[in-house]
C-alpha cells in the first residue's frame, strides 16, 4: 500500500477548484459529514456509489474534521 501524502488546506483547496482531485469526507455517516461539509465536497456514501466509474488515475483528497 502506498505511503499517505499529507498536503496542505491550500494545495486541497487549489486541486478541488482545478477539478485536479475528488474532495471526499471521509466519516462513514452521512450526519456528520453534513455537520462539518466543505464546500466541493461528496461523502463516504456518494464516493462508494462513484467509485466504479471514476478513473484510476483520479485523484482523491480524503479528510476528517
Known sequence: MADIERI??????????????????????????RMVNLEGTISLTSFHSRVGSLPKT????????
Open 8 to 33: 496542505s488546506v491550500e494545495q486541497a483547496h487549489q486541486k478541488v477548484d482545478a477539478h485536479q482531485a475528488l474532495l471526499v469526507c471521509a466519516y462513514d455517516d452521512d450526519a456528520k459529514c
Open 58 to 65: 483520479q485523484e482523491l483528497i480524503f479528510y476528517c474534521a
